[in-house]
């Protein structure tokens, strides 16, 4: 009998362009929390300045503003992590709680949903 191994998002793999010299990527503080897949939408904590999973019904976290990079473990404290804040084309299809508002969102980061 085969062993069939299911493989989940890879790094980077929603990306379809960046613009040159590292301009749309930074170092973000995800904050504490459960584990997170490459693509993740993510919004930031304006009294914080943490980011975490975009989530359009919390106070705190509704208005997309980056994509993760790569894949995240269960956080007991914030740590500094890649993503996409600018500057960028992705695939919508790979990218994980993509919603209208979160697309018209990333629009105004000029981060493009294909």
């Known amino acids: 009998m085969q062993n069939i191994r299911i493989q ?3 790094t980077a793999a929603f990306l379809l362009s960046v613009g040159n010299a590292g301009i749309s990527m930074d170092t973000i503080t995800l904050a ?8 993740q939408l ?4 304006s009294k914080t300045k943490q ?3 975009y989530d359009p019904a919390s106070a705190d976290y ?3 503003v980056a994509v993760l990079y790569a894949p995240q473990p ?5 740590e500094s992590v890649a993503a996409v804040t600018r500057l960028a084309e992705v695939h919508g299809g ?3 709680g993509l919603d209208d508002a979160a697309r018209a969102s990333l629009a105004g980061q000029f981060i493009i949903v294909r």
């Not at 504490?32 to 693509?39: D, N, Q, T």
């Not at 993510?42 to 904590?45: F, H, R």
């Open 8 to 10: 989940g998002p890879r």
């Open 32 to 39: 504490a929390g459960a584990a997170l897949l490459p693509g």
């Open 42 to 45: 993510l919004a930031q904590n």
């Open 51 to 53: 980011y975490d999973k």
């Open 62 to 64: 509704k208005k997309a």
């Open 74 to 78: 269960e956080r007991l404290q914030p």
């Open 94 to 96: 790979q990218l994980l």
